[in-house]
């Protein structure tokens, strides 16, 4: 299906819609108000309703969305409706953790591939996966059709696993190391970062 280009914002904005939905949607609740999702998002309602009126509008007026239409129609949107396999390096904490979630979006997103260049972490398992070397990844990328990569490395290391994940094809990275990469203009690049999220918070919290 063929869908409409969004603005960059707008796409970082659905997932935020979606989780809602999805959580109104499991408690059965049919309809909701640009101004109900407004309160619970702390977002401006005319936002969303501009948000959601750029893929057509569905809000009826006095009722709502309807929700169980909305989350079918961003997943569509996000793309979310097909199987997304997902490449991480560094298998340390942070990589381990995440891929102990191993959940993301209803498990049709998940990690398919784990890599590092710890001999001693090479072979053993993760959940249902085994830890491979670095120099399996390209292999991988092309025999798991691989698509998006995650960056669990030190610092030093990301660019050269960034380099590499591109190289082998991968179209999407999401970057944990805190250092800016580089990637070419059609690989798309997020940045997850916990200290900058701490470090802005502190500015809000009151000295006691
Ligand atoms: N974004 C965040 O909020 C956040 C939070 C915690 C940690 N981090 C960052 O995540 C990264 C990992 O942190 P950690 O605590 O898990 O570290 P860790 O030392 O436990 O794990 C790093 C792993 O990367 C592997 N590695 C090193 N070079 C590699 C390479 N070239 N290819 C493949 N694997 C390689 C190591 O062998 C190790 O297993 C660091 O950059 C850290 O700063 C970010």
Redesign the pocket.
């Known amino acids: 299906m063929k869908t409409p280009k969004i603005s960059k914002a707008v796409v970082r904005r659905l997932p935020v819609y979606l989780r809602y939905l999805q959580l109104l949607d499991e408690m059965n609740i049919r309809t909701v108000s640009s101004y109900e999702l407004g309160q619970k998002l702390d977002m401006n309602p005319a936002q969303i309703r501009k948000d959601l009126a750029y893929f057509g509008e569905f809000g009826r007026k006095g009722i709502g969305y309807e929700v169980g239409y909305l989350v079918e129609k961003i997943k569509q949107i996000l793309k979310l409706d097909r199987h997304l396999n997902v490449a991480l ?9 995440l891929s102990n979630y191993n959940r993301y979006t209803n498990e049709k997103m998940s990690i398919a591939a784990i ?4 001999r001693e ?1 090479i072979g053993t398992q993760v959940g249902n996966l085994i830890i491979q070397h ?1 120099d399996e990844l390209e292999q991988a990328v092309r025999e798991k059709e691989i698509r998006i990569g995650m ?5 030093p ?2 660019q ?2 960034a380099d ?1 994940l591109v190289e082998a094809g991968v179209k999407g990275i999401l ?5 800016s990469l580089l990637v070419p203009s059609d690989v798309h690049l997020r ?5 900058t ?1 701490l470090q802005s918070l502190a500015y809000y919290i009151e000295e006691s």
């Open positions: 390096v560094g298998a340390g904490h942070l990589g381990i953790a890599f590092d260049t710890d972490k670095i960056i669990t490395v030190p610092a290391y990301a050269g696993v590499r970057n944990f190391a805190p250092v940045s997850a970062d916990v200290t999220e």
